[in-house]
């Protein structure tokens, strides 16, 4: 399995990516906003374009679909109730359908709701696994609920699915967050001082060789996997004194949420 990362450089700092298999050159384009930017980079490495993911409905991530079939004729897949928000959906899938790459590549679809209610994330079937993330999980974040999604859902997700992930998975998320994410998780954990050193390295990234963290990464940085520190809660308890001395792991998830809405 190849795997290209696309940064767009738009105001949304997406990302998007192609898949490609190594023996046939047939590639997937996951969320291809920039279709130009991904047909581009197909061309470079003399891929085939034939199949668009979409992990979800949002404009930003189904944009460039059509410029995308224009283009190649390639068939879009998207979450199985997700077909009346995006048109011309080939084909539905759901939790445990594999999306085959010419001859090598398999990737499973994880059902992973939260910030959209039909949204899919993308496990290859690798050695060393990868995570597409679309805007579930974020380098150092997760996703907001804005926009038809809920966050009990989105603790849900992480805490069923995401938490029993393999330590050396790699995280490719639709955007790049980063920095502001760090600044999130040392505002909730001060003394995190692996997040504060990830933070000065990483900085001043070029996104266009942006940063890919492992789960075990996230672990250490991401406020969202950290629901059980001490610092954490006791930054929360200065906040919302009504959680208590010994919250529960949802209720500190929520909280974290709630607040990452407005920081």
Do not use: W
């Given at each position: 399995m190849i795997v290209e990362q696309v940064w767009t450089g738009n105001a949304y700092r997406n990302f998007n990516y192609l898949v490609a298999c190594p023996e046939t050159g047939d590639a997937l384009a996951i969320d291809p906003l920039d279709f130009q930017k991904c047909l581009a980079a197909a061309e470079k490495h003399g891929w085939t374009?034939?199949?668009?993911?979409?992990?979800?409905?949002?404009?930003?991530?189904t944009g460039g679909n059509n410029g995308m079939v224009n283009a190649t004729g390639a068939s879009i897949i998207a979450h199985e109730n997700a077909g009346d928000r995006i048109p011309n959906v080939a084909r539905?899938?759901?939790?445990?359908?594999?999306?085959?790459?010419?001859?090598?590549?398999?990737?499973?679809?994880?059902?992973?709701?939260?910030?959209?209610?039909?949204?899919?994330?993308?496990?290859?079937?690798?050695?060393?696994?990868?995570?597409?993330?679309?805007?579930?999980?974020?380098?150092?974040?997760?996703?907001?609920c804005h926009n038809g999604g809920h966050p009990s859902e989105l603790y849900d997700t992480f805490e069923k699915q995401l938490e029993?992930?393999?330590?050396?998975?790699?995280?490719?998320?639709?955007?790049?967050?980063?920095?502001?994410?760090?600044?999130?998780?040392?505002?909730?954990?001060?003394?995190?001082?692996?997040?504060?050193?990830?933070?000065?390295?990483?900085?001043?990234?070029?996104?266009?060789?942006?940063?890919?963290?492992?789960?075990?990464?996230?672990?250490?940085?991401?406020?969202?996997?950290?629901?059980?520190?001490?610092?954490?809660?006791?930054?929360?308890?200065?906040?919302?004194?009504?959680?208590?001395?010994?919250?529960?792991?949802r209720s500190v998830f929520l909280k974290l949420r709630e607040l990452r809405n407005s920081w």
């Open positions: 374009i034939t199949q668009i993911l979409n992990t979800h409905e949002h404009g930003d991530h539905g899938v759901g939790a445990g359908d594999v999306i085959k790459v010419g001859n090598s590549v398999d990737l499973e679809c994880l059902d992973t709701p939260g910030h959209t209610m039909s949204h899919i994330c993308l496990l290859s079937k690798t050695d060393q696994p990868a995570l597409f993330s679309g805007d579930t999980l974020f380098n150092a974040g997760a996703g907001n029993k992930l393999p330590d050396d998975t790699l995280i490719y998320p639709g955007h790049d967050y980063l920095i502001n994410n760090l600044q999130f998780t040392l505002d909730r954990e001060p003394d995190n001082e692996t997040a504060r050193q990830m933070l000065a390295r990483y900085g001043n990234q070029d996104p266009t060789d942006a940063l890919v963290t492992t789960l075990a990464q996230e672990r250490e940085v991401n406020t969202f996997f950290r629901l059980d520190s001490p610092a954490v809660i006791a930054r929360l308890q200065e906040q919302f004194p009504e959680i208590g001395d010994n919250p529960d792991a």
